[in-house]
């Protein structure tokens, strides 16, 4: 199966990917990237892309790199930052219009090209550092950024589940950093931390449409310099088990009550049963049809929602619910029993195949999107892989029931974290 026509190289020291593609009348571009996640950095890093966007050397304010946007046909712009493992990842992303499909033959690619090589390459500065108003403006959105996921409790009981399972571990950071520090980060600092990333950052570059792969290594070639003058590497450390499982019961004022439960999978995207986890992971609450959507849910009502999803590189599983407060045991015990019951291979062949046919499809739809292309090179490339995706659905049916059962058996809690309503809230 030819799901893309992928090809790579490495330019200026940078990563080049191009999927030519018909399917869509847009161009997509995406930047990544990667350096270490560390206390000391992480607020730095999490601020930088929002500076980065604020001006460049030709485009010194926001409001001119947005008119230069529309000069582009109406195009857009973002940036990101997030975790991939211990990689700390900044995402500067464009989509465009398609040349080809314009009465006005202009060179589209190349001015996004250029727009985006400026922004990371090129920024406005002043003094020899960024703009003091540029970087005070991005730190009171940034703090308000860090600051709003105590309104998400979803997001919230999330990460305090990873803060517990990472205890004095980088991955237990925010990729938008901690507040206190962004409050002390000054023009030149962040500048100092900027130049310090251009030389050691991995650099992967995305692009995604009806392109050519010759003419995108030309346009890099002559768009990106080579900044980089040393070798980052970084390993992922995979989660640990523990002998005794923690359990951590903090309380707020909230209608529903947030059950979140943190394992260790001792599987990564690297390892060969990597597969086996995600089709276990379907089965036990990836999908509406999986043990912990039907029993929890449905045939117990204890959870307005229960579903698991698996962190890929660092080889962690959670269990994600949303209880009454009073449900709290039932839900803990139901959620084990679905386990041990995967861990027994009490599920069918059937079961299976319906499980292998959501997975099949669901890869497929990310195929249909160019940020789904882009997050599944990414995320493979991250972790040192070079899997072509055509050996993924392949991978998924070959898996067996025995994998499955082995996959359940390296399962091990590690955390359960409760964030239940105050009496009376």
Not at 29 to 54: A, C, D, H, N
Not at 172 to 188: C, H, M, Q, Y
Not at 333 to 345: D, H, V
Request: hydrophobic fraction near 35%; charge should be negative.
């Amino acid at each position: 199966m030819n799901l893309l026509q992928y090809k790579n190289s490495d330019i200026n020291g940078i990563k080049l990917h191009v999927v030519t593609t018909e399917k869509f009348k847009t161009n997509s571009i995406t930047l990544k990237v990667r350096g270490k996640l560390e206390e000391e950095t992480v607020s730095f890093r999490g601020i930088l892309p929002y500076v980065l966007q604020s001006g460049t050397k030709d485009l010194p304010t926001n409001g001119e790199i947005r008119r230069k946007l529309e000069d582009l046909y109406g195009a857009t712009f973002f940036v990101d930052v997030s975790k991939k493992g211990d990689y700390h990842v900044m995402s500067f992303t464009i989509d465009i219009a398609n040349e080809k499909y314009l009465s006005n033959q202009s060179s589209l690619l190349n001015d996004a090209l250029s727009l985006i090589a400026s922004i990371w390459q090129n920024p406005f500065l002043e003094n020899g550092a960024f703009s003091a108003k540029h970087v005070e403006t991005q730190k009171r959105t940034q703090i308000q950024r860090i600051q709003s996921i105590n309104d998400d409790k979803l997001k919230f009981a999330n990460q305090r589940l990873v803060e517990e399972m990472f205890k004095d571990e980088p991955y237990a950071l925010l990729a938008n950093g901690k507040t206190e520090d962004v409050n002390s980060i000054t023009a030149e600092s962040l500048y100092k931390y900027y130049e310090k990333a251009l030389q050691q950052d991995l650099i992967d570059l995305y692009i995604i449409g009806d392109v050519a792969f010759d003419q995108c290594k030309q346009l890099v070639e002559e768009n990106f310099r080579n900044t980089t003058s040393e070798s980052l590497s970084v390993e992922t450390e995979k989660a640990k088990p523990i002998e005794t499982p923690n359990e951590v019961i903090e309380e707020q004022k909230l209608n529903q009550a947030k059950l979140h439960i943190g394992y260790t999978t001792e599987i990564s995207i690297k390892d060969p049963d990597y597969f086996a986890l995600q089709v276990f992971n379907g089965l036990y609450g990836g999908f509406s049809h999986s043990k912990l959507f039907i029993n929890v849910r449905e045939k117990n009502s204890l959870a307005y929602y229960a579903a698991s999803r698996f962190e890929s590189h660092k080889s962690i599983l959670m269990v994600m619910s949303g209880i009454a407060s009073e449900n709290y045991e039932k839900a803990t015990t139901i959620i084990a029993e679905q386990l041990e019951e995967m861990k027994k291979g009490n599920f069918t062949e059937e079961e299976i195949a319906q499980t292998k046919l959501v997975i099949k499809n669901s890869l497929l739809e990310s195929m249909d999107t160019a940020y789904g292309i882009i997050e599944t090179l990414f995320n493979d490339q991250a972790a040192g892989n070079e899997r072509p995706i055509e050996d993924w659905i392949p991978a998924i049916e070959k898996v067996t029931k025995d994998e499955i059962v082995a996959v359940a058996n390296k399962i091990q809690l590690h955390t359960t974290y409760f964030l239940k309503g105050q009496e009376g809230a």
